[in-house]
């Protein structure tokens, strides 16, 4: 392996220059460092990472705490693709990506000490049950974490526009004419507290009744689930005119159901969905949703806990909220 040592000696100057050269410091002539790096990428040099750890006080390691009660794991195809976003700009700082777990060779441990076993810089937290003791543990402790949907206090958290999201989809449903507007949503968590109250905020501004009956809990990127709920709606005496689903995976569950009970979407029922996965593009009928913006999502993590790695006593717990858009399909009928 090529040393600091050996490119010193092929380029005559210290060991001291070529630390500097390869650190970006200023105190060398930028001749000196063109010759330097150059020496050191025909010669296949790379840093020790045990050695930049100790210079710099940092793994260059950042973890990511992700968890999925379905168990689709890297399929849920929407916090998939905020984790690639994630991925994709915390590699352009420099850092490698850990997945936490409560494993250590075969020892049970908690999620901190997998955090400080595998010694990561920062923690991005997505897609787990929040009320867990072990995660509200890491996210209390010392190590910086930035949330993803879900909001602590005194941490930062990227926050998908749900509130918003919700309300353009309940009005472009109203300004189709619909008033028999039904909503199964998802699991009790704080994304489904603040759709189901932008829900009866937005029902209530624009005068549209909300039977108890029209609002059922599901669960979120599960069809079987939502499939009951399905059935148990179109079995209404008064049935609605149109079932807000609580995801596009979730919704195929909805469909199967309408289509087995010999009804068509739109013409006899309408459908929305929420996120704007591939899915949703290439169903028949397309499907109208709100398609969250996965990719700021996980770029904003990351641009986020990159800063509370790197410059601690600047940068301030923040809550930032991303905006989705309307994605307009053919599953809305016109009333």
């Known amino acids: 392996m090529v040393s600091i040592k050996d490119i010193a000696l092929r380029c005559g100057v210290s060991v001291a220059s070529v630390s500097k050269a390869l650190n970006g410091h200023q105190d060398i002539s930028e001749k000196t460092r063109t010759i330097i790096c150059q020496a050191a990428k025909e010669m296949g040099y790379m840093p020790n990472s045990a050695a930049r750890t100790l210079k710099t006080n940092r793994t260059y390691n950042i973890g990511v705490l992700f ?39 075969g020892r049970k441990t908690s999620y901190l000490e997998h955090c400080h076993y595998r010694c990561v810089d920062g923690v991005v937290i997505a897609c787990v049950d929040f009320n867990d003791p072990e995660v509200v543990e890491l996210v209390n402790s010392e190590i910086p974490v930035v949330t993803i949907d879900h909001i602590f206090n005194n941490r930062t958290a990227i926050i998908s526009d749900n509130i918003q999201g919700v309300s353009d989809l309940v009005r472009y449903l109203h300004h189709k004419g619909h008033r028999k507007i039904a909503f199964i949503h998802g699991e009790d968590t704080s994304v489904t507290q603040n759709r189901l109250a932008s829900f009866y905020k937005t029902c209530d501004e624009l005068s549209i009744d909300t039977p108890e009956e029209y609002v059922l809990e599901g669960a979120y990127h599960d069809p079987k689930a939502v499939a009951r709920r399905t059935r148990e709606l179109l079995a209404l005496k008064n049935r609605p005119t149109c079932i807000m689903f609580p995801d596009d995976f979730s919704y195929v569950g909805g469909m199967n159901a309408i289509l087995e009970a010999g009804l068509s979407i739109p013409e006899d029922i309408s459908v929305s969905g929420y996120d704007g996965i591939y899915l949703s593009r290439v169903l028949v009928p397309k499907l109208t949703t709100l398609r969250q913006d996965t990719t700021s999502l996980g770029r904003t993590a990351a641009q986020q806990l990159v800063d509370l790695i790197e410059r601690p006593r600047t940068t301030l717990p923040e809550r930032i909220v991303i905006g989705g858009e309307l994605q307009e399909g053919r599953s809305v009928r016109q009333l």
């Open 67 to 105: 968890t999925d009660d379905t168990q689709s794991g890297l399929t849920h195809e929407y916090f998939s693709t905020v984790l690639d976003s994630f991925k994709v700009e915390a590699e352009k700082s420099g850092y490698d990506i850990t997945f936490i777990n409560r494993n250590i060779g």
